[in-house]
């Protein structure tokens, strides 16, 4: 069965303290992994889409990584601003194009 | 529109009404997507069309949802004799086609809370 497991499930850091959101995933065959970020009261917000082993995008102070098994997000000096739940989903090549698995997210504070 | 637009953003019923909840997606994306968001956990896909396809309705709960998309525009998805379980918020997204891994702009919501 398909799967996205994401930890912690809640950070807290102090703002400049870098730190890493992993999200594990179990998918017959990978289309793409996903990372959004959401605020209370909004929907998902995309940050990245990775599509296979090796690659590494970069948006300001976050950075995505993927690997055969996991992926993870890499916060580099945080502000409070970046107080958000992130979420990891993935597409694979085996089910509806629209079926995404989402996980159920890592929930961020950023303190001053 | 500028970006999916989902109404109401809050709905209060009793248990056994029905619900409409509707969404508008961004104007030129033919994929339009319904997922539903418990608290404390991941968003579980309910139902997505594309284009003129017939939609994949895999993820609806049971046979009190439906789901609704006239040509590439307006979606409502409409819940028959609310339970309690069916408390969530439900987020429309769209994007501009389904092919390859492609990416979903979502709405904001709407909060459903059955009494």
């Known amino acids: 069965e398909d799967q996205v497991t994401q930890s912690p499930e809640a950070l807290r850091l102090q703002e400049g303290e870098s730190s890493s959101l992993n999200c594990s995933y179990t998918v017959s065959g990978l289309r793409g992994l996903f990372w959004y970020r959401q605020d209370p009261g909004k929907g998902p917000e995309f940050l990245f889409t990775?599509?296979?082993a090796g690659e590494e995008k970069e948006k300001e102070r976050l950075k995505a990584t993927l690997t055969k098994k996991e992926s993870f997000l890499h916060i580099t000096a945080p502000k409070p601003e970046d107080s958000a739940t992130y979420l990891c989903a993935v597409m694979n090549y085996g089910g509806s194009q629209g079926n995404l698995i989402f996980g159920k997210g890592t929930k961020l504070s950023v303190k001053p | 529109g500028a970006g999916v637009s989902q109404s109401p953003s809050n709905k209060v019923t009793e248990k056994g009404k029905d619900v409409e909840l509707r969404c508008d997606p961004i104007s030129g994306h033919t994929a339009l997507y319904w997922y539903r968001q418990r608290l404390g956990q991941g968003l579980e896909f309910l139902i997505y069309f594309q284009g003129n396809s017939a939609p994949d309705k895999s993820g609806l709960p049971s046979d009190r949802f439906s789901a609704e998309r006239t040509g590439e525009s307006v979606s409502t998805l409409t819940i028959q004799r609310t339970q309690q379980e069916d408390s969530a918020v439900y987020l429309c997204a769209s994007s501009l086609s389904s092919s390859g891994a492609n990416v979903l702009t979502f709405g904001a919501g709407s909060r459903l809370t059955v009494l």
């Open positions: 990775l599509y296979s």
